[in-house]
């Protein structure tokens, strides 16, 4: 079964806070995604991985293959960085389609 | 980068007609294309998978004939939903692949429905 799970569902952070969203799955994986959710809805794709760790100015994201666990950093978070942050896998075998994770709320206050 | 232009972003329509959300990649050839669905605080999920020329590939406990995908040339996909009920009320959204090895996918900007 192709399960992904992420926590937390819901975080509130203060303005410049460093911020942890997790993403754990359940079988090896081809690659895993990061998105970033808006309020209109719109998806944004910020990461895709497959091994290691990924820098892209506040934003950090690794992986533990062997662990099967992904996290997403955000430095100095901002209000701006309130969204729907989402985990997407695909994995071998299953043709090019995402498995999501539930997605964490996640809200910065000034 | 690779862009995927969906639209409407909106609609509102009235039970029982038709609405047709097109997803076109701008920039690149998309031989596949993606279809998901989003209800209100739940997750993405995947409808169906549209391949140029030919069917699409429908997920289990989607009704194919009522979600009509068309994609009829390598930079346009197409889904209607026919007769569309309250039920269908949702946020529908299309993502491509680049051609290549790439593994890096681009989504649509989403359309919310929302049936009447």
């Known amino acids: 079964k192709n399960e992904v799970e992420q926590s937390p569902q819901n975080l509130t952070a203060q303005e410049g806070e460093f911020i942890t969203i997790n993403c754990s799955y359940s079988v090896g994986i081809s690659a895993l995604h990061w998105l970033q959710q808006h309020p209109g809805g719109g998806i944004v794709s910020l990461f895709m991985l497959s091994s290691g760790k990924k820098k892209h100015g506040r934003l950090i994201a690794t992986i533990n293959i062997q662990e099967k666990h992904s996290s997403l950093h955000i430095t100095a978070s901002h209000p701006r960085d309130s969204a729907v942050y989402i985990c997407?896998?695909?994995?071998?075998?299953?043709?090019?389609?995402?498995?999501f994770g539930t997605g964490t709320s996640l809200t910065v206050i000034p | 980068g690779a862009v995927v232009s969906q639209h409407p972003s909106r609609v509102i329509c009235k039970s029982g007609t038709s609405v047709k959300i097109e997803c076109r990649s701008l920039d690149f050839q998309a031989t596949t294309m993606f279809w998901y669905r989003q209800f209100p605080k739940q997750s993405l999920m995947l409808m169906a998978t549209?391949?140029?020329?030919?069917?699409?590939?429908?997920e289990q406990g989607v009704e194919k004939d009522k979600f009509l995908i068309n994609h009829a040339s390598l930079t346009l996909s197409t889904l209607t939903v026919t007769s569309a009920h309250p039920e269908d009320s949702s946020f529908y959204i299309c993502?491509?692949?680049?051609?290549?090895?790439?593994?890096?996918?681009?989504f649509g900007s989403g359309t919310r429905l929302t049936v009447v």
């Open positions: 549209s391949n140029e020329g030919s069917k699409a590939t429908y």
């Open positions: 997407a896998v695909r994995y071998g075998g299953a043709g090019n389609q995402f498995y």
């Open positions: 993502s491509a692949r680049p051609g290549g090895n790439s593994y890096g996918y681009t």
